[in-house]
């Protein structure tokens, strides 16, 4: 099977990819530098289940599972150019799943200077070990906020992408420009996936389903904005991960009907590919968060706020490119995907208090 290396393995989507990976029996290193953006508790958690836990861990150094034995662990940063050509020069990947990043658009605006050193030096570091070692597949995580102004839907793939409205989503549109770069100077074959609004079990806690069934069942009031005039392309985290899974034995080939007089964004003479990867049907944040109430058993107290800066009001993805290619369209609905949040919540958050409870009762 094929060795793969998976950066940002503690995050939602890497853990997850990673998860699937190992049981499908490639041969898998993981990579995180499990930054405090968000609880390095739920990180370590999502690891230990992978078999790697948070003693066993030596800062740039390789960690074994103890329960898989086809899964490494490397706790590094993207930005030590050395440890990661040391780590491409000994590990000899056949594919390379880039996941690792510095998320969220609103915390671009208080800390801008974390973008530009996950995002784009640390991609860079990644494309130039692709560009030393042989490498059969370079996939990498773009986003749907690089539609930024955009109000054309569904949003395709086609699309100009010059007005981001975010540092995140611009440092995202460079990533997909750096990978254009290396793919025509040294024909490494790489996929853009821009993801929309990925939600389910083991997800970020500064993500909206997050944050609004811990409110809810705090008993405190959720932030809505633009008065709930809000719509996203939710999709659920296992529609992703089978996406991803299914594109990793097809590496892109340059497009032989592609023209510089009329140029398509997302092909190229090099072997070069974007796509979206999302569930293609747009929800009203109010019905997401009515299915939020209906799966806790709560009526959410609603603080109406206006937009955020940065924010988009609506993302709609066109999949169709992907289908084609791939034969998948992301299958589950919000009534199950958040309902296999909320089982999984309660038992990651709530079962240690019913214990405690019962304990002091």
Known sequence: MKNIL???????????????????????????????????????????TLGIHKEQIAEDSLTESKTYTNFKFIKTDLENRYIIDELFRESNFDVVINLAAQAGVRYSL????????????????????????????????????????NTNMPFSTSDNIDHPMSLYAASKKANELMAHTYSNLFEIPTTGLRFFTVYGPWGRPDMALFLFAEAMLKDEPIKVF??????????????????????IPKPPSGNTNWSGDDPDPATSFAPYRVFNI?????????????????????QAKKDMMPIQPGDVPKTWADVDDLYEYIDFKPRVGIEEGIRNFVDWYKSYYLADEKVEAAVRS
Do not use: C, W
């Not at 995050?11 to 499908?24: A, D, H, Q, S, T």
């Not at 030096?121 to 539609?147: K, M």
């Not at 633009?226 to 594109?247: A, P």
């Open 6 to 48: 998976v950066t940002g393995a503690a995050g939602f989507i890497g853990f997850n990819l990673v998860r699937r990976l190992i049981k499908e029996g490639y041969r898998v290193t993981g990579l995180d530098n499990i930054n405090d953006y968000y609880s390095t508790d739920l990180k370590y958690d999502r690891l230990a």
């Open 110 to 149: 208080k800390d801008p200077y974390r973008y530009i050193d996950s995002n784009i030096t640390g991609f860079l570091n990644v494309l130039e070990s692709a560009r030393h070692h042989s490498l059969e597949h370079l996939i990498y995580a773009s986003s749907s906020s690089v539609y930024g102004a």
């Open 226 to 247: 633009n008065h709930g005039k809000m719509e996203r392309d939710f999709t659920y985290i296992d529609d992703i991960i089978e996406g991803i899974v299914r594109l």
């Open 278 to 298: 999302g569930n293609s049907n747009p929800v009203k944040l109010m019905d997401f968060i009515g299915e939020i109430e209906k799966q806790l058993g709560i």
